[in-house]
């Protein structure tokens, strides 16, 4: 199983960006999908997920009304747009596919390797 994110970066504070995440070697359809992050010496938290159908999103408290998570099956493709973007966003995002989402977090079977975004002020 592969998770790969594309499209993090350098973005000024109030910016938008969107990560792809690719999956291979999975069932895509089979699996709910969400997005975690570390900032530098933090835990991982979870940022949000989707269900495999794509009808409920999850969103942590803190992204809610600017980040929308989107999935397309077709593709195996699962993104994270992230709008208004503010320097307490800047963290490493991971991808994640597995069940049981909830608001707060979800159970994760495979992660992705990572990528940085970085948001100046």
């Known amino acids: 199983v592969q998770l790969v994110e594309s499209g993090g970066g350098l973005v000024q504070a109030g910016g938008s960006l969107r990560l792809s995440c690719a999956a291979s070697g999975l069932t895509f359809s089979g699996y709910g999908m969400g997005w975690f992050r570390q900032a530098p010496g933090k835990e991982r938290l979870f940022v949000g997920g989707i269900s495999w159908s794509g009808s409920m999103t999850y969103y942590t408290d803190s992204v809610k009304g600017r980040f929308t998570i989107s999935r397309d099956n077709a593709k195996n493709t699962v993104y994270l747009q992230m709008n208004s973007l503010k320097p307490e966003d800047t963290a490493v995002y991971y991808c994640?596919?597995?069940?049981?989402?909830?608001?707060?977090?979800?159970?994760?079977?495979?992660w992705g390797q990572g990528t940085q975004v970085t948001v100046s002020s």
């Open positions: 994640a596919a597995g069940d049981t989402i909830t608001r707060a977090t979800m159970s994760v079977a495979y």
